[in-house]
T-cell receptor
Framework: RKEVEQDPGPFNVPEGATVAFNCTYS??????FFWYRQDCRKEPKLLMS???SGNEDGRFTAQLNRASQYISLLIRDSKLSDSATYLC??????????FGTGTRLLVSP | DAGVTQSPTHLIKTRGQHVTLRCSPI?????VSWYQQVLGQGPQFIFQ???????GRGNFPDRFSARQFPNYSSELNVNALLLGDSALYLC???????????????FGPGTRLTVL
């Protein structure tokens, strides 16, 4: 089993739609969790850190479920500019991030 | 404030050559981590450095080495390049260095290495 697993997609949604991604992780000792956004051939940019009680930033909501060992990202009112790959990253201990393969999102007019 | 900077942005090498990639962290950040990202995959951890010491190493061969300088900048060296080393090499910096969990890491624009 991979340490961090994501559905690679692509998720094709129309503008204005709500879309959700899940990410499962295997290390129950992980203490910090992150969502990054990556545009084609660019570096990952931090979207959200995920806290135990969940985290919301505008149209984006992240949740953590420790019992089932997954984190989720919800995007409401999708914009064309949200088209990107969304990377889930999990604490691998001592400043090491373990990434999933990413979920590709395509928002169409 | 300047973010993480990396140089060069692109590099083309041939098999067997060596390469040195450079990274400057965000001002005030003392921890630098290196990642390799091949096409279609997420970044894979190579090294983490703090105070000029290697604090973590991923599952990469000894052809990969790195170091950190007193000003917290860092170099990643790869010897005896293979075709499979073609990837985007990312440097990330973070402000916290101690503790068992991983603090937020901010990535530089990366160096795209092509090995022919």
């Amino acid at each position: 089993r991979k340490e961090v697993e994501q559905d690679p997609g692509p998720f094709n949604v129309p503008e204005g739609a709500t879309v959700a991604f899940n990410c499962t992780y295997s290390n129950s000792a992980s203490q910090s969790f992150f969502w990054y956004r990556q545009d084609c051939r660019k570096e990952p940019k931090l979207l959200m850190s995920v806290y135990s009680s969940g985290n919301e930033d505008g149209r984006f909501t992240a949740q953590l479920n420790r019992a089932s060992q997954y984190i989720s990202l919800l995007i409401r009112d999708s914009k064309l500019s949200d088209s990107a790959t969304y990377l889930c990253a999990v604490d691998g201990g001592f400043q090491k991030l373990v990434f999933g393969t990413g979920t590709r999102l395509l928002v169409s007019p | 404030d300047a973010g993480v900077t990396q140089s060069p942005t692109h590099l083309i090498k041939t098999r067997g050559q060596h390469v040195t990639l450079r990274c400057s962290p965000i001002s005030g950040h003392k921890s630098v981590s290196w990642y390799q990202q091949v096409l279609g995959q997420g970044p894979q951890f190579i090294f983490q450095y703090y105070e000029k010491e290697e604090r973590g190493r991923g599952n990469f061969p000894d052809r990969f080495s790195a170091r950190q300088f007193p000003n917290y900048s860092s170099e990643l060296n790869v010897n005896a390049l293979l075709l499979g080393d073609s990837a985007l090499y990312l440097c990330a910096s973070s402000s916290r260095t101690s503790g068992a969990s991983t603090d937020t890491q901010y990535f530089g624009p990366g160096t795209r290495l092509t090995v022919l």
